[in-house]
């Protein structure tokens, strides 16, 4: 058996225990690794537009190490997921959607707001990754005109004729 311990006041954080070394600590987590609950299907973080536009600029080496940093399989954090917002949120420059006022049918659908900042930084991201980033897309908020306050943002609920 091995024993790590981590402790944010321990300047051993994730060091391994001899297994004869007394353990002070209340709680232990035991992990059986033959039990599985769920699968995990890797690891990641946001592509939101506000970091998007504050890494663009950045120099290009040091974007190039940012993203090494995250996404090298080699050298860095190897991640493969990225969830992106649909329409703005809350780390994002302004707020603004992707269809225009009382568009329902959503015949003037446009993503290409996100060409100048999230998806080029996506594409870096894939490159240095040499591979695709499964990406999960969720919104923030629906447009403000399916809204009750008629707001983006101070809450509101959606209204009925949108729920489906």
């Not at 992106?84 to 446009?110: A, G, K, Q, R, W």
């Not at 999960?136 to 943002?153: F, I």
Request: aromatic letters at 12%; a positive charge.
């Amino acid at each position: 058996m091995k024993i790590y311990v981590t402790d944010k006041y321990d300047k051993n954080k994730l060091s391994q225990l001899s297994n004869k070394s007394s353990n002070k600590s209340k709680t232990m987590i035991f992990i059986n690794n033959k039990i599985k609950y769920q699968k995990i299907i890797g690891f990641g973080g946001a592509f939101t537009e506000a970091a998007c536009y504050t890494l663009s600029k950045l120099s290009k080496e040091n974007q190039s190490k940012l993203l090494n940093a995250y996404f090298n399989k080699e050298t860095g954090l190897n991640y493969n997921l990225g969830r992106i917002h649909m329409n703005s949120s809350d780390f994002s420059l302004e707020n603004y959607t992707y269809v225009e006022d009382y568009d329902s049918d959503l015949s003037t659908f446009d993503i290409s707001r996100e060409l100048k900042y999230v998806i080029p930084t996506i594409k870096k991201a894939e490159k240095i990754r040499q591979n695709n980033i499964d990406i999960l897309v969720s919104p923030w908020s629906p447009p403000a005109w399916m809204k009750t306050n008629n707001n983006m943002n101070y809450g509101g609920k959606l209204k009925s004729e949108y729920a489906e």
